[in-house]
C-alpha cells in the first residue's frame, strides 16, 4: 500500500512540476515575443508597404536568375527580391498612381536600402527609368508563411531570434548596425 500512495504521489508531483515549469517557459516566451503590433504574420492575405524599389536591364539580359528562368529585361513582370518566394505576386504603385503586377522570379537587390528590383519594361511602366529608384506602394499577394516585423530596437531583434540575428540583418541587405527603431525586416515562417 505504501509502494503505491509513494508511487502516486510521485506521478502527482510530477505532473504539478511539469505543469509549472510549462506556465514559466510560457510567461518567458510571451515576455520575448513582439507585441502585437510590432509584427504582422502573413499567411493567405495581402500586405501594403512603402518600399524603395530600382530597375535592372541589359547588363543582366539573358542571364539566367535564380529559378532558373533566362532574365528578359523586356518582361512586364519580373521582380527580384531578397527573401519573398518565387511566384509570390506583388503590385508595384508609384505615387502618381501608375502601377503594375509583379512576379518574384529573381534575388536582390544587392544595394542598401533597395527592396525590390524590377525588369526594364516594369520600371517602365512606373516611370522609374530616369531616376532609376523610387519610392513606390507595394502589395504583396501570398500563400507563403512568413513575418514582416517593425524593430524596436536591436535588443528586440536579440531576444526574438538570439544568434540569428545577424543572419535576419543578411537577409534584409541590413548591416547590423543600422538597425535602428522602425526599420522593417521579413522573417520566413521556417527560419
Request: aromatic residues 14%; contains cysteine.
Amino acid at each position: 500500500m505504501k509502494k503505491i500512495m509513494f508511487l502516486i504521489t510521485g506521478i502527482f508531483m510530477i505532473v504539478v512540476a511539469t505543469t509549472i515549469g510549462a506556465i514559466m517557459i510560457s510567461n518567458l516566451i510571451n515576455k520575448c515575443d513582439p507585441e502585437p503590433q510590432n509584427h504582422v504574420f502573413i499567411n493567405y492575405h495581402s500586405y501594403q508597404y512603402s518600399a524603395y524599389v530600382s530597375w535592372y536591364g541589359r547588363p543582366f539580359h539573358g542571364r539566367t536568375m535564380a529559378n532558373g528562368e533566362k532574365y528578359n529585361m523586356h518582361s512586364p513582370d519580373t521582380a527580384a527580391h531578397k527573401t519573398l518566394p518565387f511566384g509570390t505576386k506583388v503590385k508595384a504603385t508609384n505615387l502618381n498612381g501608375q502601377s503594375t503586377n509583379l512576379v518574384i522570379k529573381d534575388r536582390g537587390p544587392y544595394i542598401l536600402g533597395r527592396e525590390f528590383d524590377l525588369s526594364y519594361a516594369a520600371a517602365k511602366k512606373l516611370g522609374l527609368i530616369k531616376d532609376g529608384v523610387a519610392l513606390v506602394k507595394v502589395e504583396i499577394f501570398t500563400n507563403e508563411k512568413f513575418y514582416f516585423y517593425k524593430i524596436k530596437s536591436k535588443e528586440t531583434l536579440w531576444r526574438l531570434f538570439g544568434p540569428k540575428w545577424t543572419r535576419i540583418a543578411k537577409i534584409n541587405n541590413i548591416r547590423p548596425e543600422e538597425i535602428k527603431k522602425g526599420t522593417k525586416i521579413i522573417v520566413p515562417y521556417k527560419f
